[in-house]
């Protein structure tokens, strides 16, 4: 027998032993049927001594990296490994059939048998204004057109998307903008575009604004002195919108999604109670939520597709009349340098309705507002980075999945013409222009505002509650308490009612609960008796 005969049957052999070793293995449907060859990346039991016992230990040095350290020794049966079963469920086969550990798609059965698969895609793009136009946020600007751009608005998208074995596809968006928020009369137009060219449903659609008080106004119902919005700009910020999540839809790829929490102290309750009354100031004995909730999307290559980080403070360190996507924005610039600037980094708001920035709390060399919006970014970005750089929990998939809710809030008794004339006749702001915009309306004024509370979940552990309006921070506290912290609040999303309080801020009075109303052209104040709903419904909400 000539030597290439008997090298030819050595290796037929050798072939058949490893296609038995591997047989469980190897990818269900497979039409590729041959006898796989002895190759790289072959998961076998066997020794160091062959080339798939030395594959075998490359492939558990790079699980220890990927999984963060978990898994001490990787074991060379996946299905005596839940986390490693699941990625090898879809994984892409190499040359002959056989699966390869590295491609993982993060797919996994879940309730019901069914396959899923996350993929997120990311965009970043300038929404900065080419004209001088009002900011939105403080009155005393008198909404005079801003006087020159300190750093760029940017609007970060994420687009998400979840596809079935049964070939079915399920899709979100999640969009956080250097924003004051996103205007009610404008978001049933965005939604409606979102659909006819993504498939996308309103309850898998979020949009949120950071709540920077130096960026342009988004709405044309409010009071003058909020901020009057520039129907160009308006334009010029849906159509980047648009582009934003085109660009992510196409960069989608499979993700696996990881989480951690610190804290930090730069945010203070802002309502502070005294001899009965209320009085603006800080309250460091008032409730605040300092948790910094941290995502990691990884790729199969192992790089960071993007970071969502959840926290809660306003953004009001300036009410300078000048462009700046304030200490968030700075904080999102910092984290993108330091990961490299391929990663889309996302602020999103929380629960901060009553909880402003902790300003007197910078170094007293600070003088320049700016200069401290860039200290508090560097204490917040610092924060973060602490995060990605320890051992972060990796969230299983589940089911990627929007549901709508509305919940109506009831008003107080509406004034009379008579009552709204004489306000309308004294000229003092803002009661005069919110007296004139309810003549304007009074046979038409609502008795309730519809408070919507549409939940998004993504993975196992990680949903977002989108509220649109301002929310005071106990609301947040609540729900993150009865959902175990599986669910972020995030409101100034999907529109603007404006605030929403407790039973005992509505009592004692002051901006949140009575004089914000006139600025967002609220008929009334609320009722006492919305906290009692709120929470029963946040209740149902995190239940289902």
Request: charged fraction near 25%.
């Amino acid at each position: 027998m000539s030597s290439a005969r008997m090298w030819r049957r050595r290796r037929e052999s050798i072939s058949e032993r490893t296609a038995k070793r591997c047989a469980p293995f190897r990818r269900k449907r497979c039409s590729r049927t041959k006898i796989p060859r002895i190759g790289r990346r072959i998961w076998t039991n066997c020794s160091a001594n062959t080339r798939e016992g030395r594959s075998s230990i490359r492939m558990r040095s790079k699980l220890r990296m990927r999984w963060g350290g978990r898994l001490r020794s990787a074991p060379t049966d996946p299905r005596k490994c839940p986390e490693l079963g699941s990625i090898l469920t879809h994984a892409r086969p190499l040359r002959g059939g056989m699966i390869n550990p590295y491609a993982y798609t993060m797919e996994h059965k879940a309730k019901g048998g069914i396959s899923m698969s996350l993929e997120i895609g990311s965009a970043k793009v300038d929404i900065t204004p080419e004209q001088a136009v009002p900011l939105a946020g403080f009155a005393v600007r008198q909404n005079k057109p801003f006087e020159d751009v300190h750093s760029r608005l940017y609007l970060r998208a994420l687009y998400l998307r979840e596809r079935k074995e049964d070939g079915t596809v399920s899709n979100a968006v999640i969009v956080s903008a250097d924003l004051l928020w996103w205007g009610s009369d404008r978001v049933p137009i965005i939604r409606q575009k979102l659909h006819e060219r993504w498939g996308l449903e309103p309850a898998a659609i979020v949009l949120n604004g950071t709540h920077s008080h130096s960026g342009p106004q988004t709405s044309f119902v409010f009071h003058r002195l909020l901020g009057q919005a520039d129907a160009g700009y308006v334009d010029f910020l849906e159509n980047r919108l648009y582009e934003a999540i085109g660009q992510a839809e196409r960069s989608a790829e499979p993700v696996a999604l990881e989480k951690g929490v610190a804290s930090s102290d730069i945010g203070i309750q802002r309502r502070l109670y005294k001899n009965g009354k209320v009085a603006g100031g800080y309250n460091p004995d008032g409730p605040a939520d300092p948790e910094v909730t941290v995502i990691r999307a990884r790729t199969e290559r192992g790089t960071t597709k993007a970071v969502i980080v959840h926290y809660t403070c306003h953004p009001v360190t300036t009410n300078v009349n000048r462009v700046s996507s304030e200490f968030t924005g700075a904080a999102m610039d910092k984290l993108e340098t330091r990961l490299g600037g391929q990663t889309v980094c996302l602020f999103l708001q929380g629960a901060c309705g009553d909880i402003n920035i902790f300003k007197s709390s910078a170094p007293a060399e600070l003088t320049d507002e700016y200069a401290i919006i860039d200290y508090f970014g560097s204490r917040l970005a610092d924060t973060v980075s602490g995060v990605l750089d320890a051992e972060m929990r990796r969230l299983e998939p589940a089911v990627l999945k929007g549901t709508a809710c509305e919940q109506p809030l009831p008003l107080k008794r509406l004034p009379g013409r008579e009552q709204l004339e004489q306000m309308a006749a004294k000229g003092e702001s803002p009661y005069d222009e919110w007296a004139v915009a309810m003549l304007a309306m009074l046979e038409e004024r609502p008795q309730q505002l519809v408070l919507e509370m549409n939940r998004l979940d993504i993975a196992e552990g990680l949903s977002l509650l989108v509220m649109n309006a301002e929310v005071v921070v106990e609301y947040g506290l609540f729900l993150k308490e009865r959902s175990g912290g599986q669910i972020l609040p995030v409101p100034y999303s999907n529109g603007m009612i404006g605030y929403v309080p407790t039973k005992k801020q509505i009592g004692y009075g002051g901006y949140e609960p009575v004089l914000s109303t006139y600025y967002f052209h609220m008929p009334s104040t609320f009722e006492e008796s919305i906290e009692e709903t709120i929470r029963a419904r946040i209740g149902e909400i995190v239940r289902e």
